[in-house]
Each structure stands twice: as C-alpha cells, then as structure tokens.
C-alpha cells in the first residue's frame, strides 16, 4: 500500500482535507526558497492574495520543466552511444519525461484559472511587481532548478516537494481566510481540461490539493532515487 495518499481522481472532503493541510507542518525548505518566499512577501504583502498565488504559478512549472528537459538530454546521449540500449536504462528518463509534463500542464493549468479570477474580480495588476518582477524570478528559477537537476536530481526533487508544500498550505490558507468564497459561483471560467467546481472556496482548496499530490510525486521519485 503507498504510504502517500494521492487525491487526484477521488473524491473527497474538500474542508476535512484543508484543516489536514493547515495542522500538519509544511516540508523543510532550504534557504533558497526562504529567500524567494521572503521576496514574494516583500514584493505582495505578507497577507494571502490571488495575485501573490498567481505569480507562484508562474514559477511552479519550471522544475517539471527542468525534469522533462532532463530526460530528454539522458535519451539523447544513450542513442547517441555505440552500443545497444536496452529498455531498463530508458524507463527513468522516460517517467521523468511523463511526470514533468502532466505537472506543467497541471500547473499552467492553476495559472489560467488564477488570472481569470483576478480579472473576473477586476483585481488591477501592476507592470513592475506583477509582470517585469516575476519575469526575472522565473528565469532564475529556471536556471536554478535545471541546474540542480544535472548536478543531482534528488535535490531537484527534494527542494520541489518543499516548494508544492508550501504552496499547498498557502492556497489553504487564503480559503481559509474567505470563506465567502464558498458561496461564490465560478461557472464564468473556461476550465479547459480542468475538474469544474462548484464555489471560488473549492477551486483553491483543489489546486491546494493538486499541490500536495505534486510534493508526494517528488518525494516519492527522491525516495527512489536514494534507493
């Protein structure tokens, strides 16, 4: 039995699970990420908001990126080699490959939905803190999360699950700290490939959801890869 309790496909309590997120403690982060919290507190206020999600959503795709990139360099190399590649050696690029393409899409996905809230709410976004600022963070990011992936991928992994749990527990937190938005309907978004949902509250707390399942996918592959 898998010792992590998937929520993606099932059906649950969506309040249950949010007090399960806001009295569990989140995953240790490294001081890089201490670092980029502490700039987005600066940059959006220490109180919870749609814009200062969103703009986690926009670095929350790179290391998937970083992940499937990866694999695709390691197939390269082995079909670039003399000898015969046999099928073992393929299958941990190839779930890399898989794992970081249904995240990204999952959490371009979070994205979409942010920014159609924001403006549906006629929430303004500046140019400097909401468009040039996280630009040049996510580049960095970027750089950062491919890099440790070459050095080591269980670091990528580890400092991945630690950045989906706080992301977890900031979504939960801000649907703790509205619960109008309970009562608030959504049917004005396009959910594309998306589960519909019923209120603004259960939107948050479903991506909140889609987090943690994103940490246990990198604390799993970790715990792999450590063997």
């Known amino acids: ?14 309040r249950k699970e949010q007090e399960k997120t806001l009295t569990s403690p989140p995953v240790h982060s490294n001081f890089i990420l201490k670092a980029m919290y502490l700039t987005f507190d600066i940059l959006y206020g220490k109180e919870l908001s749609l814009p200062k999600v969103k703009a986690l959503e926009i670095l929350a795709r790179y290391p998937y990126w970083a992940w499937e990139n990866g694999g ?14 046999h099928a073992d ?7 890399w490959i898989s794992m970081g393409r249904e995240a990204q899409d999952n959490e371009q996905d979070h994205l979409f939905l942010m920014e159609q809230v924001i403006h549906h709410k006629g929430i303004k976004l500046g140019w400097f803190n909401n468009s040039f600022l996280p630009g040049v963070m996510a580049f ?3 750089m950062l999360t491919r890099f440790m992936f070459w050095m080591n991928p269980i670091w990528s992994f580890q400092m991945n699950a630690a950045f989906e749990s706080h ?4 979504y939960m937190k801000l649907a703790a ?3 109008e938005w309970d009562n608030e309907k959504v049917d004005y978004l396009n959910y594309r490939n998306y589960p519909p949902q019923k209120s603004l509250g ?4 479903r991506i909140a959801l889609d987090e943690r ?11 792999r890869l450590e063997g």
Do not use: C, Q, W
């Open 202 to 205: 259960d939107l948050i707390r």
């Open 140 to 142: 960095k990011y970027l």
């Open 72 to 85: 695709y360099h390691f197939i390269s190399r082995l079909f670039s080699a003399t000898e015969k590649v």
């Open 1 to 14: 039995m898998n010792k992590y309790e998937y929520t993606i496909g099932r059906n649950v309590d969506m």
């Open 177 to 179: 700290a509205h619960p």
């Open 213 to 223: 399942d994103h940490m246990y996918h990198s604390m799993e592959e970790a715990e």
């Open 167 to 170: 992301a977890e527990h900031e």
């Open 89 to 95: 050696k393929i299958t941990e690029p190839l779930n």
